[in-house]
């Protein structure tokens, strides 16, 4: 199974976006899958369904952080690598989705009960939040 095709099944399996990125590529950088999915619970929705910063792009930003990030033995530089790549990924992910806000990207704040029946109706799962998932993996694999 690829990449993607893991994050988008664990998207599916009501783990939420940011979970999905993060879990996908965590054993592969020394974090463990569970305690993956518990750090990154707190980012779906764009951070706790507030509608801010995609969970799909901040799941990617902590891939990046584990694969490249300052640790308490890295050199002084890891954190400047961090952030350009940070910086690369938002830029990528902007370019082909028009934003990286949770609330532009679907078009409704899913922290209403409005926006959230309008997510619901309008079936925002399936037609835009797993290609943001898609998106996110697809870029990280080009990236590192």
Do not use: H, W
Not at 72 to 78: D, F, K, S, T
């Amino acid at each position: 199974m690829s990449k993607v095709e893991e994050a988008i099944s664990r998207f599916k399996e009501d783990f939420n976006c940011a979970q999905s990125v993060l879990s996908t590529f965590s054993p592969q950088f020394g974090l463990d899958r569970d305690l993956a999915l518990k750090i990154a619970t707190g980012f779906g929705g764009g951070m706790a369904r507030l509608g801010n910063t995609c969970g799909a792009v901040t799941g990617a930003f902590m891939v990046i952080g584990l694969r490249y990030g300052m640790g308490i033995n890295n050199y002084n530089g890891a954190k400047e690598n961090t952030y350009e790549l940070i910086r690369e990924f938002s830029n990528r992910f902007q370019s082909i989705n028009g934003s990286l806000i949770c609330r532009e990207l679907l078009g409704c704040d899913i922290n209403t009960p409005e926006g959230s029946e309008y997510f619901r109706q309008n079936d925002l799962f399936e037609k835009k939040c797993i290609q943001y998932v898609k998106n996110a993996v697809e870029i990280l694999e080009e990236i590192l």
